[in-house]
């Protein structure tokens, strides 16, 4: 699947559970196990990514100035919601605010509404390589996948990231890795429910440890909209799928 331009319309904001894992060195592998809940009311999405101080040492010979990079901040995740004070997201970023010792996982897609989706299911086989069964898939080694709804077979957790692996893929199945290019996983047993995979736009998915700061409700006059600030402090590196 290739990617297209695209706006940020049905960009998605998650949270996780307490991750307290910060700094550099943050990878996909430290999400797994991350059971993520949408923060609904979404209106303005802001900035996301790293920013670099630069140092500056003044040499004598030759009358330049060196400059080296030093520190990297992601700075806040700042955005605007609808208040919605039933919404299991919003009500997850709420205790994330009242809790000040604890740093959260996060996890921004972006063009969620270009992602493919499907009911699939799965060949299971002793010692083989399972296969994931999805009728002109249209995906490419390298895509990320995730499943939600039903049971997986075991080996494979729903809300994980795995990724198509080049070897055996067809055009109605292929086989998946917990790592880009890594092993093909080898599940046991059977699904259960209806099991569905998501394919996200390559590239489009962050994920980031920090903590949950609350902001102003927004001001105006008699026509404006109800809104509040939330933001996300990015206390790690961002890593992205």
Known sequence: MSNVPSSLK??????????????DGLEASDFVGQSWTEIDGLTEVGELGDTVEVGTQLLIKGGRAVKYLTTSDAGSFDNMLVPMPLD???KLFQAAINDKCNN????????S???????????IAVD????????????VAGQPVVFSGGTPPTGITAGNVYYVLASGLTADGFQISATDGGSAIV????ASGTVTADAPPIGKTFMFTGFAKDGKIQGGDATAAFMRSWSAEVNSNIVQI
Do not use: M
């Not at 959260?104 to 063009?111: C, D, H, Q, T, W």
């Not at 509404?113 to 060949?123: D, E, G, L, Q, R």
């Open 10 to 23: 049905d960009t998605r904001w998650y949270i996780g559970g307490v991750l307290n894992k910060v700094g």
């Open 88 to 90: 299991p997201g919003q």
């Open 104 to 111: 959260y996982a996060f996890k921004v897609e972006y063009g």
């Open 113 to 123: 509404s270009c992602a493919p989706s499907s009911v699939v299911t799965f060949t």
């Open 128 to 139: 083989t390589a399972t296969v994931v069964n999805w009728t002109a898939h249209g995906l």
């Open 187 to 190: 599940a046991t047993g059977a």
